[in-house]
């Protein structure tokens, strides 16, 4: 069961992480009622409510638009019907520099960066208990280093802020190098992993642990080519999955059973809870295929949205349990006894799966969190760098068949490839395990498979899309980045 107090007290976050000046109408009230900088960084509980509200922040980036990123700019799904320009673009890899999807991953990855640095200034100086304290900070230190992953790999070199935002002045920082942000990213999860907790804390489900800091500083290095680096890292997160709790579940099934979040597979997730608070996730209807819409309990339709492509359906072999785990291809409705099947029994549409919710709350109010690392993450980035660094070892087979194996019994395992060979399993094994995880565009870029892929898929994505544009909404209003900034190609 989820613990609601990490999400209720986000209702308190949001006041001290959006303070505005309030004139004439509340004159008369008394000052001390307010919350405000000067007021609030107080006590435990005031530092414990300002790290929540950096957690908070990663809801908005998780909610849609990183998923979009991520999956609609892979050959898995697709807009589905009904949908918008923006996402489209990112499909068709025409996007400009106004599109909103990543206008709103710049501004909500920044958003947890500011607060982050908050958690970070403010803490140390809260009378306290020291552990707590150091705790804080070390959460705070790697979910920054999470906000910059994400901006670094869809957009390159970003503007570098390591201080809580207090004043309109001194707003204006130009583009760091690609390396320099991950200077950031590397120093922030060392100081993380140094200081964080090596299983959940005792208040807080969800929240960022020793392990989760190790498994995303390896994912770090292996997006970085530093295979050596991500091999070990990986290699020390297996070695210590005992003290951590980390281990496969026994079928692909039970990773998205809602009982199971935050549990054994799951290192780092981002949380919903569905109910009267509205903190809920919108996965199960937004991916949902109207047709489908008769599977869940109260009726609620479904957006029709990233619907999944046919030809990644039929790529799964037939012994591969995670086909039908992660995609919906066939199902009854409960009321009329009906039949429906992909392609031809009436149903002409694929929905992801892997997030659906049966008992939502309401629409756009379910109970599923959503995936950042799972143990699943860590066995395939040792097999790929170790492949990398010597070819296809014995440890290199042993942890892809370890996925494979738990995919179905029928799954052979594999062996005798080139190093080449193996990269292109990994490749492929990740897609499958992975699939709307929003892991797929940024595997594909790392691998340098983007443009191949991407093309035989009936695409036409050029050297630009490398990269996203910088927003032209950062253009404009940031001096010290100029139009001749913007990412090549835009």
Request: glycine share 6%; with cysteine.
């Amino acid at each position: 069961m989820k613990s609601n107090n990490f999400l209720i007290v986000a209702a308190l976050s949001i006041l001290i992480t959006g303070f505005s000046s309030c004139q004439n109408d509340f004159l008369d009230e008394d000052p001390q009622s307010f919350l405000s900088p000067t007021n609030f960084y107080k006590t435990d509980a005031d530092a414990y409510a300002a790290l929540v509200s950096v957690y908070n922040g990663l809801r908005p980036i998780y909610s849609q638009d990183m998923t979009f990123v991520g999956d609609l700019a892979g050959e898995q799904t697709n807009p589905g019907t009904g949908s918008n320009t923006d996402r489209s673009d990112i499909d068709n890899f025409t996007v400009q520099s106004s599109n909103l999807v990543l206008t709103n991953n710049w501004n909500n990855n920044y958003v947890v960066i500011n607060r982050a640095n908050t958690v970070i200034e403010r803490v140390p100086a809260i009378e306290m208990p020291a552990a707590n304290k150091e705790l804080y900070i070390a959460e705070a230190h790697f979910l920054r280093a999470l906000a910059y992953f994400n901006l670094v790999r869809e957009f390159g070199g970003v503007p570098i802020s390591l201080t809580e935002t207090k004043e309109l002045a001194g707003l204006d920082i130009a583009r760091s190098s690609v390396d320099e942000v991950y200077t950031v990213i590397i120093d922030d999860l060392k100081l993380a992993e140094a200081k964080l907790l090596p299983v959940q804390p005792t208040t807080g489900v969800g929240r960022a642990t020793k392990g989760a800091a190790s498994s995303l500083l390896a994912y770090v290095y292996l997006t970085k080519k530093d295979w050596t680096n991500a091999a070990a890292k990986a290699q020390e997160v297996i070695n210590n999955k005992a003290a951590y709790g980390y281990g496969l579940y026994p079928t692909p099934a039970d990773v998205w059973k809602i009982a199971n979040e935050n549990k054994l597979e799951h290192i780092f997730s981002i949380q919903f809870q569905s109910g009267p608070e509205g903190y809920g996730s919108a996965y199960s209807q937004f991916y949902l295929s109207r047709t489908a819409n008769v599977i869940q309990n109260n009726g609620i339709s479904g957006f029709a949205i990233n619907l999944v492509e046919d030809k990644f359906w039929r790529s799964f072999v037939a012994a591969d349990t995670r086909r039908d785990a992660s995609i919906l291809s066939s199902f009854t409705d409960p009321k009329t006894s009906k039949y429906y099947e992909y392609p031809t029994k009436g149903l002409a549409e694929l929905s992801i799966f892997k997030y659906f919710d049966a008992q939502a709350y309401a629409r756009s109010n379910n109970n599923n969190n959503y995936p950042i690392l799972r143990y699943a993450d860590v066995l395939l980035i040792k097999a790929e760098a170790l492949n990398e660094l010597n070819g296809p070892t014995t440890d290199a087979y042993e942890a892809i068949n370890a996925i494979r194996k738990r995919a179905g019994a029928g799954m052979t395992e594999l062996s005798g490839l080139t190093k080449e060979q193996f990269r292109a399993a990994i490749l492929q094994e990740r897609s499958w395990e992975f699939c709307f995880e929003s892991k797929r565009y940024f595997d594909l870029i790392r691998t340098e498979q983007l443009i191949p892929i991407m093309t035989a898929a009936g695409k036409n994505p050029q050297a630009k899309n490398l990269l996203f544009p910088i927003p032209q909404r950062e253009i404009d209003l940031n001096n010290k980045i100029e139009p001749s900034d913007q990412n090549p190609g835009y």
